[in-house]
């Protein structure tokens, strides 16, 4: 059993608090842009394999105070290394910095893994080699307020990461953020879900993963754990077996995603085909003024996240659509629930429906929040 700390987008720490809870994670606590937790090797693998709102599971090793280099340099002195590694793996350090003394995290990464090669080089005359793309052992270093983590990154490469978007476009959603918001939302994935401005399809594809009850780490090349000493091969192989096995074929309710723009959809189709589900969603070229819920099914959910317009004087343009979203759903969407995620106050309230809960959420540093509404 050790500890471990799951980040993610702010805001979404209930969210992956509920869905560690659900894996049998321990002691599972809601912090600040992450969630900390307790399990042995089986639950690890289940985490970076399942959860769908983590970015990385980081095995925390190490806390100081520092304020100098040097500091931080001594103070990875102290621990054993050879409790996590051997000359023979390679390694690498990921650091992120704020609000420190030290202010370059390129050369406290550096510091840290000169602390921990001189210390193999004292010892047994040899010492690990870097590798920045892949090491055996990726370790992720956190400075805040001159206090520092030292973890073993058990993801390395980001979990929202899932493989099916290759190509960015304009403003595609953090596939992690997406999951949660359809989670935050409670969709049931046995009732419909549409996204009307899907563009490249993120809500429908992580929404049908769900449905399938598909693991979003299932294809992933490579996660951190991988390369670690104590990596239990015959586990890792039964659980991904097992995650393999649960997919189911069919979605139990329609996906729907439209989206006026003709790039988008080519886009959604092919991020959909490299998902997997591309048999399975229904995506289409259509205005949001001629959206209309899909025939004979119970009502669900429509979910979006329209432009919002980032420069000062562009969000007026917007003004209409959001006007007309709440129109078409007011009009022709009896009974279905509306999620709206954006940036923009002004804008969320043209959609002019009664505001039932709004729930605030980090994408990237743009502070914006799911709005939903409910019938007039
Ligand atoms: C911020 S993007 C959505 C991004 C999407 N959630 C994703 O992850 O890729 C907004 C989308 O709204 C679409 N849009 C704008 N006006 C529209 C309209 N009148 N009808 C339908 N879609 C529209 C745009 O083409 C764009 O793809």
Redesign the pocket.
């Known amino acids: 059993m050790h500890g471990y700390f799951a980040t993610c987008v702010r805001g979404l720490e209930p969210v992956l608090a509920r869905e560690l809870t659900a894996l049998g994670a321990n002691t599972v606590e809601p912090g600040r842009g992450g969630v900390s937790f307790r399990g042995d090797s089986a639950l690890l693998y289940r985490s970076g394999l399942w959860l769908r709102t983590a970015v990385r599971v980081l095995r925390p090793i190490l806390e100081a105070d520092v304020f100098s280099s040097d500091e931080l340099y001594d103070a990875v002195r102290t621990v054993k290394w050879e409790q996590y590694l051997t000359p023979e793996h390679t390694l690498a350090v990921d650091c992120n910095v704020r609000d420190s003394a030290i202010t370059h995290s390129q050369y406290a990464a550096r510091r840290v893994k000169d602390a921990i090669c001189d210390q193999f080089r004292e010892r047994l005359g040899i010492r690990p080699s870097v590798d920045p793309e892949q090491p055996m052992v990726g370790f992720n270093l956190h400075i805040h307020k001159n206090h520092a983590i030292l973890s073993l990154d058990s993801s390395w490469s980001s979990l929202h990461k899932r493989g099916y978007r290759p190509i960015q476009?304009?403003?595609?959603?953090n596939e992690a953020l997406?999951a949660g918001l359809l989670l935050q939302a409670g969709w049931n994935p046995e009732t419909p879900l549409v996204?009307?401005?899907?563009?490249?399809?993120?809500?429908c594809i992580e929404g049908a993963w769900m449905a399938l009850n598909r693991a979003p780490g299932l294809t992933r090349k490579w996660f951190g754990f991988q390369g670690w000493p104590e990596f239990d091969r015959e586990l890792w192989n039964a659980i991904r077996d097992d995650a393999r096995a649960a997919v189911k074929k069919e979605l139990p309710s329609p996906i729907v995603g439209?989206?006026?723009?003709p790039g988008?959809i080519e886009?959604?189709k092919m991020n959909a085909r490299n998902a997997g589900v591309a048999n399975l969603l229904h995506l289409e070229r259509?205005?949001?003024?001629q959206?209309r819920p899909p025939a004979g099914v119970q009502p669900g959910v429509v979910i979006?996240?329209?432009?919002?317009g980032e420069r000062i004087g562009e969000e007026k343009e917007w003004i209409p659509?959001y006007t007309?979203l709440g129109q078409v759903i007011g009009e022709h969407w009896p009974g279905w629930r509306l999620f709206v995620?954006t940036s923009n106050d002004m804008l969320a309230r043209k959609v002019k429906l009664p505001v039932k809960q709004r729930v605030p959420f980090f994408n990237g540093k743009i502070e914006c929040q799911l709005w939903e509404y409910g019938a007039k």
Not at 258 to 261: A, G, K, N, P, S
Not at 286 to 289: E, S
Not at 304 to 308: F, H, T
Request: proline share 11%; with cysteine; hydrophobic share 45%.
């Open positions: 476009t304009i403003a595609p959603l997406a996204d009307p401005m899907c563009g490249s399809a993120t809500f439209t989206d006026v723009h988008a886009l959604a259509k205005d949001l003024g959206a979006c996240n329209p432009p919002y659509l007309k995620f």
